[in-house]
């Protein structure tokens, strides 16, 4: 059975940062694309960014770009989001996703696996 757990979210100060983890089991993901999604209250759920199975060439969302960075660690099948300089609007659930291509997707279709999400709070 594929689990994606994320971890690290909280309440955080505006301007602060957080860095938010997806560990996975139960499938290696080293060889596929994984991405992060964000839902706010009351909003569609929007594409973060995303990376390639090489880590090369990542996507961001241009709400993120230059404040946020996506990275993995294939050895041990995991996937970051460092945030900072966190924003109000920032404030929603995190989600974690994975793939079954080799590359990347801006589209959440693009993903087949999912995490239970975690919350971040951007709130002075």
């Known amino acids: 059975q594929v689990q994606l757990v994320e971890s690290g979210g909280g309440l955080v100060q505006p301007g602060g940062s957080l860095r938010l983890s997806c560990a996975a089991s139960?499938?290696?993901?080293?060889?596929?694309?994984m991405g992060w999604f964000r839902q706010a209250p009351g909003k569609e759920r929007e594409f973060v960014a995303a990376i390639n199975w090489s880590g090369i060439s990542p996507s961001y969302a241009d709400s993120v770009k230059g404040r946020f960075t996506i990275s993995r660690d294939n050895a041990k099948n995991t996937m970051f989001l460092q945030m900072n300089s966190l924003k109000p609007e920032d404030t929603a659930v995190y989600y974690c996703a994975g793939s079954i291509h080799t590359y990347w997707s801006r589209s959440g279709s693009g993903y087949e696996y999912w995490g239970q999400g975690t919350q971040v709070t951007v709130s002075s």
């Open positions: 139960g499938r290696t993901f080293s060889s596929y694309a």
